[in-house]
Antibody, heavy 121, light 110 residues
Framework: EVQLVQSGAEVKKPGESLKISCKGSGYSFTNYWIGWVRQMPGKGLEWMGIIYPGDSDTRYSPSFQGQVTISADKSISTAYLQWSSLKASDTAMYYC??????????????WGQGTLVIVSS | QSALTQPPSVSGSPGQSVTISCTGSSSDVGSYNRVSWYQQPPGTAPKLMIYEVNNRPSGVPDRFSGSKSGNTASLTISGLQAEDEADYYCSSYTSSSTWVFGGGTKLTVL
């Protein structure tokens, strides 16, 4: 069974740095794209970016390029989402997602439980 | 890239059918059969309901079906049940090698 287990909720101040994690299990971690989706309070889903742990190929949505860093440590089957300087507007639920690939291409197939990030002074 | 366009809300009575549309462009929905749909009940993580336009993962009832015509994809839920009440999101692969979601549609079962 594919499982994505995310790190716990965080409360941070503006300007602070943060790295949240997502541990994958039940599948070969290096062979599937894994990434992140943001959901701001009361709003919709926003695809942020993904990484292929096998070769660290990383893709970002234009909206998030330069704003966050996605990385992975395949030795411990864990993906990360990182900020160097948080803003209040980063307050949101962040979902770890794993893509699957079918006959025509890949899609978001599995979701973690979510990590709530609150940024407030 | 802009979010795909979905109606903010739809509603239907138990037993009826509803259809949720998802309109993109020739850079996403129109060019790829990589449209998927997700169900998100309040306070929970989303769940995959349809992938590659019209395929259901195991465990998803056959009341859920998907289709696509041109730049618009659709999710149809037949035989509505109270448990179907949730937010629904579409998603598509894009020509930028990224993915994009729709704005979401709130389904109310009357």
């Amino acid at each position: 069974e594919v499982q994505l287990v995310q790190s716990g909720a965080e409360v941070k101040k503006p300007g602070e740095s943060l790295k949240i994690s997502c541990k994958g299990s039940g599948y070969s971690f290096t062979n599937y794209w894994i990434g992140w989706v943001r959901q701001m309070p009361g709003k919709g889903l926003e695809w942020m970016g993904i990484i292929y742990p096998g070769d660290s190929d990383t893709r970002y949505s234009p909206s998030f390029q330069g704003q966050v860093t996605i990385s992975a440590d395949k030795s411990i089957s864990t993906a990360y989402l990182q900020w160097s300087s948080l803003k209040a507007s980063d307050t949101a639920m962040y979902y770890c997602v794993r893509h699957s690939c079918g006959s025509t291409g890949c899609y978001v197939a599995y979701w973690g439980q979510g990590t709530l990030v609150i940024v407030s002074s | 890239q802009s979010a795909l366009t979905q109606p903010p809300s739809v509603s239907g009575s138990p037993g009826q059918s509803v259809t949720i549309s998802c309109t993109g462009s020739s850079s996403d929905v129109g060019s790829y059969n990589r449209v998927s749909w997700y169900q998100q009940p309040p306070g929970t993580a989303p769940k995959l309901m349809i992938y590659e336009v019209n395929n259901r993962p195991s465990g998803v009832p056959d009341r859920f079906s998907g289709s696509k015509s041109g730049n618009t994809a659709s999710l149809t839920i037949s035989g509505l049940q109270a448990e179907d009440e949730a937010d629904y999101y579409c998603s598509s692969y894009t020509s930028s090698s990224t993915w994009v979601f729709g704005g979401g549609t709130k389904l109310t079962v009357l």
